[in-house]
């Protein structure tokens, strides 16, 4: 079934975006020495798709997500949604109702990205694509 969202409130770029960010985090594989953190992923997103990312909070949590600006309109596009599955998700980040947008707050860019696993990261997804 397609719901409303899908049907009313996204357009067909931002469900692009949606589709090939799922797409990127399926090619990686989670490795059993070193834990993947959304900081790194959410960048390595980014990065393949050209879309902006966002350091800062998900409710209490340290978290980083990206933004899809289609015109006026920005979504969040979480790569890796604390506490919620799916774990890629499109947010509607205008509908004054839906309160899970106002648990994502910008706050201060991240100075402990671990370089070796964002461009490893961008390497597969870049292949899988």
Known sequence: MKG???KHI???TELSFLALA???VA??????EQTIRCH???RAVGTVLGLDHVDGKYGAVEHTWLLTQVGPRRCILDV???G???MVQLIDAHSLGLLHRE???PGSARNDINRDTLDALIRVMRRAL
Not at 27 to 32: H, Q
């Open 80 to 82: 890796y949604c604390a």
């Open 4 to 6: 409303y969202s899908f």
């Open 27 to 32: 090619a990686v594989e989670d490795p059993s």
């Open 40 to 42: 790194e992923l959410a």
């Open 10 to 12: 996204f357009n067909s």
């Open 22 to 24: 799922e797409l990127c």
């Open 103 to 105: 648990q994502y707050r």
């Open 84 to 86: 919620r599955l799916p």
